[in-house]
């Protein structure tokens, strides 16, 4: 079995990215993955400084690395604060790229050689297609390999029915799509 976490980079109440997440969770589980849903809200992640890592790392910190480190691929969903990726997920992403134990310094143990892929939906009209760019660039960064396959999502706020589902055909089927890539790439990757 495929393992793929969810990352979503909200923890806003009512997060149009959270929805997205849970739809993508769903296409991921309906096509043979296993899933893991990454709730950032229920790890206590302070701001990375060294100072803090050389003290002791944060349990939460490597709770969330071993966590990625046990997945076969990553899933990120995340709205676009001023033309790049929120805080919240930056800061996650950095601490579980840190070396934990006798790894060395650039172990990147929970991403290295591993797939993802990335969403975004956001109330705009470009959906957070720029965050996703940034967000792109950082986990090439850290070595994994990023399918081509993305979806956003604009004007969010009208784009969800009751239900959860998207209105449109055009990012659900995508959404689908993506999924099925991440979780092929996924599998060649770890095999
Ligand atoms: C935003 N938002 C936003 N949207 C966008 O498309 N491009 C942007 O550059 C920004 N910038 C931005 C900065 C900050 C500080 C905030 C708080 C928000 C709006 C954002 O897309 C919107 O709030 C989404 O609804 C956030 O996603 P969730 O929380 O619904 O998942």
Do not use: C
Not at 170 to 188: E, N, Q
């Amino acid at each position: 079995m495929t393992n793929i976490a969810v990352i979503v980079g909200s923890i806003r109440e009512g997060s149009y990215n959270r929805a997205l997440g849970e739809l993508a969770a769903a296409s991921l589980e309906a096509q043979g993955a296993s899933v893991t849903r990454v709730d950032l809200a229920t790890f206590d992640l302070p701001l990375y400084s060294a100072a803090l890592e050389a003290d002791a790392f944060p349990p939460d910190a490597l709770k969330l690395k071993a966590l990625l480190a046990a997945q076969d691929g990553l899933l990120f969903v995340s709205p676009e604060y001023n033309g790049s990726l929120p805080p919240l997920l930056k800061n996650a992403i950095d601490w579980a790229s840190r070396p934990t134990g006798d790894e060395s310094l650039v172990a990147l143990t929970a991403y290295r050689g591993k797939a993802a892929a990335v969403m975004s939906a956001s109330i705009s009209p470009f959906g957070g297609l720029r965050g996703l760019m940034h967000l792109r660039q950082i986990l090439s960064t850290i070595q994994m390999l990023v399918i081509p396959e993305q979806v956003v999502v604009p004007a969010a706020h009208a784009a969800f029915a009751e239900d959860g589902s998207l209105k449109e055909r055009l990012p659900a089927s995508l959404v689908d799509m993506t999924a099925g890539r991440l979780i092929a790439v996924a599998k060649a990757l770890a095999a």
